[in-house]
Antibody, heavy 120, light 107 residues
Framework: QLQLQESGPGLVKPSETLSLTCTVSGGSITNSYYYWDWIRQPPGKGLEWIGTIYYSGSTYYNPSLKSRVTLSVDTSKNQFSLKLNSVTAADTAVYYC????????????WGQGTLVTVSS | EVVLTQSPGTLSLFPGERATLSCRASQSVGDNLAWYQQKPGQAPRLLIYDASNRATGIPARFSGSGSGTDFTLTISSLEPEDFAVYYCQQRTNWAFTFGPGTKVDVK
């Protein structure tokens, strides 16, 4: 059964870079049928798609975050990563990684999520 | 960007009652719409994909319908574990957006 697990610092200072990694287990990140995505949820609020990456390194980003986001993939470690620079308190959220079928709309499965707080 | 609007914001019902949740898109998304259930402290769980197909393991009391701009999630008879927040989500080209959610709580 495929599982995804987010990891990274839970506290980031304003203006610095948020860095998270998603480790995929129970399946290969190089499976050509899937994309790998990041989604976030501020406390008590709704969901926002951040971006997607294919195992080849192709990426697509939410236009509202595109100038600050970089996604990357490490196939040797079966991991993909998120970097969000110049963070502010508005970037405080639970960050989820998820898998998406190349033909599809939906995200399934999801990681459990990790809370990142932006504060000095 | 396609904006999704969900109504009502909160739905207060008794266990055993029927729940009808609405999701409206600002422009047509065809059948490129999914529904998720989220409970406190948990990741969203996929319920419905392609507007009307139940995901693996989802009970038959959950059903989805609609196409274009108007979609509905129906829970035929609420079980205690169904009280949660429900989100719709769409894909248009390389943009993915979620609705603001409908909270289904116990009356």
């Amino acid at each position: 059964q495929l599982q995804l697990q987010e990891s990274g610092p839970g506290l980031v200072k304003p203006s610095e870079t948020l860095s998270l990694t998603c480790t995929v287990s129970g399946g290969s990140i190089t499976n050509s049928y899937y994309y790998w995505d990041w989604i976030r949820q501020p406390p008590g609020k709704g969901l926002e798609w951040i971006g997607t990456i294919y195992y080849s390194g192709s990426t697509y980003y939410n236009p509202s975050l595109k100038s600050r986001v970089t996604l990357s993939v490490d196939t040797s470690k079966n991991q993909f990563s998120l970097k969000l620079n110049s963070v502010t308190a508005a970037d405080t959220a639970v960050y989820y990684c998820a898998r998406r079928d190349v033909r599809g709309v939906n995200f399934q499965p999801w990681g459990q999520g990790t809370l990142v707080t932006v504060s000095s | 960007e396609v904006v999704l609007t969900q109504s009502p914001g909160t739905l207060s019902l008794f266990p055993g009652e029927r729940a009808t949740l609405s999701c409206r898109a600002s422009q047509s998304v065809g059948d490129n719409l999914a529904w998720y259930q989220q409970k406190p402290g948990q990741a969203p769980r996929l319920l419905i994909y392609d507007a009307s197909n139940r995901a693996t393991g989802i009970p038959a009391r959950f059903s989805g319908s609609g196409s274009g701009t108007d979609f509905t999630l129906t829970i035929s008879s609420l079980e205690p574990e169904d009280f949660a927040v429900y989100y719709c989500q769409q894909r248009t080209n390389w943009a993915f957006t979620f609705g603001p959610g409908t909270k289904v709580d116990v009356k």
